[in-house]
């Protein structure tokens, strides 16, 4: 779910500009440190005002989610393959993933020597699958099939289907690193978008109307059903497990409570990682992220753009782009951007999810949300003012004026207070408590729970609740110790 | 076959010209005789007078249902005849040669870099190009290996060295299988493209066959190189995005 402005957006700027053969040299660090120093100087006293400051700040986050965008898609540095051995957690008495702060976790992740040891690649094939014999509206013509992707042991193992966070996509960079980590234990892996995913939504959904758990749920097994289909000739599987991350987490633990009665899988081990625990407390806080944008949610473009601006001035000066990944922590040590600037970045990476999927759905339903009903798109239809209008709305506006009426249509008892209550793990409560297959690996100040609904897990799962200090929301998946126990749980 | 060469980039013309002019709209269809329903969140209702919209600012793009199209052949240029070369590529090349021929035609680009270095009139960049070029290109034997590694590199090209004299973008322009571009940068690249083609005739003495396989290994090199990958964001606004990220990104490019 922590898929960041760098995720997207500026995965976007690098690749864009790589096409135009924008390459990015590996590279010494003391130049764009002295670089940075020029610029503190630049800025220092030309500007005044907290909201320069604040923009300068988040300038200084773009730059360096930019710069970590880079470092990811360009030189990340080559571990060398282990074979099957464990990951060996830390050596450290305490838990010592760097950041305290949740935002600054959420944002950065984990760097570089902090993170387990992965191979730089693994034997991994990306497929396309039908899922359903429909036609697709026009202007989604690419998203008729659903892209997933799996990496298989040569010999008998167990399988492992990984589910991505909200609007991630099954290569996103979490699932990715995932799939590394599982392939590298001896697990076949399988990799699966979100069900909010654009790519999952046309191909998948039945409904086209993403979000609601029990349904996604549903989309889900058969997806994973019609993979399997595809997979039994190839391998010989032991048994089957499941984890997802964020949203995934939550949709693991319904598909997990699905399996109980379809029984195809019989999954022997499920692990949810920073789940919600109700899914609306959780979008609701996402989407007033969005209020720490300087001026408020109405200058969103213009915050993009002052961004942009404020990075052409460091760019400019900057020569040659030497990056490296300790760049970027140096540079965040450096500059320390406040919390606010922090959570409106993290606001905006899920205000371009929710209106990927908002946008989305309306196209597969015609239900007149941002689109009018009786327009179509063609294949070369821009999307106009739709594509502004459809960045105003937030997930909570969604919930309201699309998803809920929907809803309500197939069932005219329900209440939205029902409906939100659904969306919950406390629905399922009772089964969560006494399955013993269900793990969940959490961190205590994720940001995307309200204040205590953390002592849901231990309260609901005891011993199967583990609770890591710090590490925001998933910043510390790819720590060391996170991974190895990720690997463990499934090992037992 | 030097003619048929040429004459590629002609024939891409005169289709792009053919193409803007039979035009494909953009607009989304309405049937016939019906007025719009208004939806839920209309632009109206949402937008206040003077918000304006992320993918609104003045990024020209009159030729947009031409630059669709366009986009839509790139991916499937992209699907049917270059992923699968740049995979067929990978998997035959050893990794320290892939990583030899990468750096062959960075080298190479640093001929670019170095000649647009100097229209712009800029000291250290082309200071720090002719060392790179030079020690690259023996001591590194012919720049297979980086050994300047330490020196600073940039990425200039003829679009820039346009835009550094004050030339204007122009309109937004999808190009065949290069991608997100604009008049100014596709005239940039066809102009570049040219001096190094001069620059090998005159310096190399290379058989139609090996020049050939140079220009197909660059391009394999580059799109290796690129981790973008159409229709693959998982967004129905990717198109605006690409645009607005390659625009601004071009910006910064030429401002520094």
Redesign the interface.
């Known amino acids: 779910m922590r898929r960041l402005f760098s995720g ?2 500026i ?13 990015v ?2 590279a ?1 660090t003391q ?1 764009l440190d002295d670089t940075l120093k020029n610029v503190n100087k630049t800025f220092s006293g030309s500007e005044a005002g907290w909201i320069m400051t604040s923009v300068k700040n988040s300038f200084y986050t773009y730059l360096v989610l930019l710069v970590t965008a880079i470092a990811l ?1 360009g030189c990340s540095t080559t571990p060398k393959p282990k074979g099957e051995a464990a990951f060996p957690p830390s050596n450290a008495t305490s838990y010592d993933y760097p950041f305290d702060n949740s935002y600054l976790a959420t944002v950065l992740g984990t760097p570089e020597k902090y993170r387990a040891e992965l191979p730089k690649e693994i034997p991994l094939k990306k497929r396309k699958i039908k899922i359903f014999d429909r036609d697709v509206p026009e ?2 013509w ?2 008729a099939e659903l ?1 997933y992707s799996y990496a298989l042991q040569k010999k008998a193992a167990p399988l492992i289907f990984l589910i991505a966070g909200t ?3 099954y ?1 996103g960079g979490k699932n990715t690193n995932m799939g590394k980590a599982f392939y590298e234990a001896g697990f076949h892996v399988v990799s699966i ?1 979100s069900p909010t ?3 999952f939504i046309v191909s998948s959904s039945k409904s086209g109307v993403p979000g609601h758990v029990f349904e996604d749920a549903e989309d889900i097994y058969r997806v994973m059903e019609k993979i399997w289909g595809k997979l039994k000739k190839k391998i010989e599987v032991t048994d089957f497990y499941v984890t997802g991350y964020s949203l995934g987490g939550l949709n693991a633990a319904f598909v997990t409570y699905l399996d109980e009665k379809r029984q195809v899988f019989n999954f022997r081990k499920a692990l949810l990682i920073n789940p919600p625990v109700r899914l609306y407390s959780s979008i609701s806080l996402l989407d007033r992220m969005l209020e720490n944008i300087p001026g408020g949610v ?1 200058n ?3 915050f ?2 002052k961004l ?1 601006e404020e ?2 001035r460091v ?6 782009l ?1 990056l490296s990944e300790d760049f970027v922590y140096q540079a965040f040590n450096a500059v320390d951007p406040g919390n606010e600037e922090l959570a409106a970045l993290i606001g905006v990476s899920f205000r ?1 999810s929710s ?2 999927m908002a ?2 759905s309306d ?1 597969m339903t015609d239900a ?16 106009g ?9 937030g997930f909570t ?1 969604f919930f309201h ?2 998803f809920y009426p929907y809803h309500k249509e197939l069932n005219p008892e329900l209440t939205r207070a029902e409906l939100i209550g659904q969306m919950s793990l406390g629905n399922i409560e009772d089964y969560l408590r006494s399955a013993e297959k269900i793990e969940v690996m959490h961190n205590q100040n994720d940001l995307i729970l309200e204040p205590g609904d953390i002592d849901f897990f231990p309260r609901v799962f005891g011993d199967r609740a583990k609770i890591y200090p710090k590490g925001g929301h998933c910043g510390n998946m790819d720590y060391r110790d996170n991974v190895a126990h990720m690997v463990n749980v499934f090992r037992q | 076959m030097t003619t048929a060469k040429n004459k590629f980039p002609a024939a891409l013309l005169l289709l792009m010209g053919v193409l803007a002019f039979t035009g ?8 016939e005789g ?1 007025d ?8 109206e209702r ?3 007078k003077d ?7 003045a990024i020209s793009d009159p030729w ?2 031409f630059n ?2 366009i986009y ?1 052949f790139n ?1 499937r240029f992209d699907k049917y005849i270059f992923l699968p070369a740049v995979g067929a590529y990978q998997a035959v090349t050893p990794d320290i040669a892939e990583k030899g021929i990468h750096n062959f035609f ?1 080298n190479i ?1 640093d001929v670019t870099t170095l000649i647009n270095s100097i229209l712009q009139l800029s000291f ?2 082309t200071m ?1 190009t002719t060392t790179r070029l030079m020690v690259n290109s023996t001591i590194g034997l012919l720049g297979f290996i980086n050994v300047a ?2 020196v ?4 200039e ?1 003829f679009g820039q060295t346009l835009g550094h004299w004050g030339v204007g973008t122009g309109p937004f322009l999808v190009l065949p299988v ?4 604009n008049v100014r ?1 596709g005239i940039g ?1 066809g102009v570049d493209w040219y001096a190094l083609k001069e620059i090998r005739d005159r310096t190399t003495d290379l058989e139609t066959w090996q020049e050939l396989t140079w220009d197909i290994l660059k391009a394999l090199d ?1 799109r290796a ?4 990958r ?8 990717e ?4 645009r607005l ?2 625009t ?6 030429v ?2």
């Open positions: 997207w957006l995965s976007f700027a690098v690749q864009a500009g790589v096409v135009n053969g924008w390459m040299s590996s010494a130049q898609v202007a989604l690419s998203d892209r609007g991630a996509s290569d978008s995913h654009m790519n109405d969103f473009p213009l993009y753009n942009v990075i052409g760019y400019k000066r900057v020569d040659q030497n371009i209106a990927n946008f989305t196209l007149g949300y941002i689109k009018p009903k009786n327009v179509s798109f063609t294949k070369n239809t821009s999307p003012e739709y594509d502004a209008v459809a960045h105003r709305l506006d004026v699309y | 494909c709209s953009t607009k989304p269809v309405l049937p019906e719009v329903i208004p939806p839920d969140f209309s632009a949402v937008l206040g918000v304006e919209g992320l993918h609104e600012e947009e249902g669709r199209s839509r991916y960075r680009q250290d960049k720090h590694s330490d600073p590199r940039s990425d090209d290069m991608g997100p571009s940068d690249l580059l190189h690129t981790a973008f159409y229709y693959e964001t998982g967004s129905p606004f198109y605006e995005w690409v990220l390659y601004t990104k071009r910006k910064l490019d401002e520094r």
